[in-house]
């Protein structure tokens, strides 16, 4: 038997490739803690798409010209590499989008305005982002169809003996779940929603906005329906992102949006469909961001998806035995064990934005608000909380100025 050596992250070497570093606010650098709502980018990224807009840029799939012939190849090879990374069985099954939210609204109304009705289970969670909630709210609320929610615990934890009650709902159609929260970190139980989803005959729809930048994914070995992700949360560009979706569904599915590029024939009595994955891609797509989120991709694999995920797990078990040396902090979420590189905490009394504002001053940076998820922070009897996020370029240190940017919070507010 093979084994292969975990890989290390050398997070120094990681740092010199980020230029964000460089940028000082009272002569100190950022202590970047807000990568879950959207990440820095490397040298490799930025430099990237400037050669892109120098050397190989034109619309694509239109031109018969070499530039668009260089447009056209990098943007299908970055699609190529977003196949390679959720393991796709075919590019056909990759569609680029503007990120996770577009994704998922595309699966929403697409296949959901087709195939639901009254009878009809959506099921969601209470841990997920507005996203994944509200389209499918929403599209069963105009289909006739039911929504539920599966609950969280205290903890944050999904509660999974409530699988059986909603499936007394009606007919389950639809498991959309997001695989890391957000708001709390929980890594949720997402194979075994999918096997849920497979038992009822419902299609599986998983939100990896915060899975896909830390952790490998195999949408063949997960078995899901749909995986929607975002490059901007992976190191790449903003505007782009991916929907993975089975062939056999998606080209079952009607359009979602419709326009240039997407169709086969136009006649003033009916108009036919493109093949996949053009179908889907109505439109100029964003081609520049596409091959950057090709080039982002290409970083994080020559790290290995492995090593950034034990690098952020270290990272949280450090900050969990931090943070509560703060006086008066109440942490929320799981423990290191179920949790990504999230934490969420409130300081006392004082509220989540002036905590935040104080730290920013010290050049630290981490988010407070509800998170876009407000069904969660209501359940948990809470309307805000302070957020601080971890990824490959994040270090203890950092960690350590978070927990004396908060004695020092403490001290003038608390
Ligand atoms: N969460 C955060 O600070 P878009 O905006 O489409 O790239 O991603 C939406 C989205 C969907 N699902 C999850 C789990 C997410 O975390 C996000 C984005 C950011 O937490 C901005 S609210």
């Given at each position: 038997m093979t084994v292969t050596p975990q890989r290390i992250l050398d997070v120094e070497a990681v740092r010199?490739?980020?230029?964000?570093?460089?940028e000082f606010v009272d002569g100190r650098p950022f202590a970047f803690l807000d990568s879950a709502a959207s990440a820095q980018k490397p040298r490799q990224v930025i430099d990237g798409l400037a050669d892109f807009y120098r050397h190989s840029y034109a619309n694509v799939h239109?031109?018969?010209y070499a530039l668009a012939d260089r447009a056209t190849a990098g943007y299908e090879d970055a699609r190529e590499k977003v196949r390679a990374f959720l393991n796709?069985?075919?590019?056909?099954e990759i569609i680029f989008t503007r990120g996770t939210t577009e994704g998922i609204n595309l699966v929403a109304y697409a296949w959901g305005l087709d195939n639901l009705g009254p009878g009809d289970v959506v099921v969601a969670t209470d841990l997920d982002h507005h996203s994944n909630f509200v389209p499918w709210q929403y599209i069963a609320g105009r289909s006739g169809a039911t929504f539920a929610t599966i609950p969280v615990d205290d903890a944050g934890?999904?509660?999974?003996?409530?699988l059986d009650r909603i499936a007394?709902?009606?007919?389950?159609?639809v498991v959309a779940a997001g695989?890391?929260?957000?708001?709390?970190g929980t890594v949720n139980p997402v194979e075994l929603l999918v096997a849920w989803a497979k038992e009822h005959g419902a299609i599986s729809v998983i939100d990896a906005a915060q899975a896909a930048p830390h952790r490998a994914i195999d949408v063949q070995a997960l078995g899901c329906d749909f995986l929607a992700l975002s490059a901007h949360k992976l190191c790449g560009p903003t505007s782009v992102g991916a929907l993975y979706g089975r062939a056999e569904l998606l080209e079952r599915m009607s359009p979602f949006q419709l326009g240039?590029?997407?169709?086969?024939q136009v006649r003033h009595d009916r108009t036919t469909w493109g093949e996949l994955p053009a179908k889907f891609?109505?439109?100029?797509?964003s081609i520049v961001e596409a091959v950057g989120f090709g080039l982002a991709i290409d970083y994080l694999q020559d790290i290995g998806l492995d090593a950034i995920e034990a690098h952020e797990h270290a990272l949280v078990e450090y900050a969990l035995e931090r943070l509560?040396?703060?006086?008066?902090i109440t942490l929320y979420g799981p423990p290191a064990s179920r949790r990504a590189g999230v934490v969420a905490f409130n300081l006392g009394d004082i509220h989540p934005h002036d905590v935040a504002q104080v730290l920013g001053f010290e050049g630290v940076c981490i988010r407070a608000g509800h998170h876009c998820t407000q069904p969660l922070l209501r359940r948990l009897d809470l309307a805000a909380t302070n957020r601080a996020s971890f990824y490959l370029y994040t270090t203890r240190a950092e960690i350590d100025r978070l927990v004396d940017g908060l004695h020092l919070v403490s001290g003038k507010l608390g």
């Amino acid at each position: 038997m093979t084994v292969t050596p975990q890989r290390i992250l050398d997070v120094e070497a990681v740092r010199a490739d980020f230029p964000f570093l460089e940028e000082f606010v009272d002569g100190r650098p950022f202590a970047f803690l807000d990568s879950a709502a959207s990440a820095q980018k490397p040298r490799q990224v930025i430099d990237g798409l400037a050669d892109f807009y120098r050397h190989s840029y034109a619309n694509v799939h239109r031109g018969v010209y070499a530039l668009a012939d260089r447009a056209t190849a990098g943007y299908e090879d970055a699609r190529e590499k977003v196949r390679a990374f959720l393991n796709a069985a075919s590019e056909r099954e990759i569609i680029f989008t503007r990120g996770t939210t577009e994704g998922i609204n595309l699966v929403a109304y697409a296949w959901g305005l087709d195939n639901l009705g009254p009878g009809d289970v959506v099921v969601a969670t209470d841990l997920d982002h507005h996203s994944n909630f509200v389209p499918w709210q929403y599209i069963a609320g105009r289909s006739g169809a039911t929504f539920a929610t599966i609950p969280v615990d205290d903890a944050g934890d999904l509660v999974l003996e409530e699988l059986d009650r909603i499936a007394g709902l009606g007919r389950i159609k639809v498991v959309a779940a997001g695989w890391v929260s957000n708001a709390l970190g929980t890594v949720n139980p997402v194979e075994l929603l999918v096997a849920w989803a497979k038992e009822h005959g419902a299609i599986s729809v998983i939100d990896a906005a915060q899975a896909a930048p830390h952790r490998a994914i195999d949408v063949q070995a997960l078995g899901c329906d749909f995986l929607a992700l975002s490059a901007h949360k992976l190191c790449g560009p903003t505007s782009v992102g991916a929907l993975y979706g089975r062939a056999e569904l998606l080209e079952r599915m009607s359009p979602f949006q419709l326009g240039g590029h997407m169709i086969r024939q136009v006649r003033h009595d009916r108009t036919t469909w493109g093949e996949l994955p053009a179908k889907f891609e109505a439109g100029t797509a964003s081609i520049v961001e596409a091959v950057g989120f090709g080039l982002a991709i290409d970083y994080l694999q020559d790290i290995g998806l492995d090593a950034i995920e034990a690098h952020e797990h270290a990272l949280v078990e450090y900050a969990l035995e931090r943070l509560p040396e703060v006086p008066g902090i109440t942490l929320y979420g799981p423990p290191a064990s179920r949790r990504a590189g999230v934490v969420a905490f409130n300081l006392g009394d004082i509220h989540p934005h002036d905590v935040a504002q104080v730290l920013g001053f010290e050049g630290v940076c981490i988010r407070a608000g509800h998170h876009c998820t407000q069904p969660l922070l209501r359940r948990l009897d809470l309307a805000a909380t302070n957020r601080a996020s971890f990824y490959l370029y994040t270090t203890r240190a950092e960690i350590d100025r978070l927990v004396d940017g908060l004695h020092l919070v403490s001290g003038k507010l608390g």
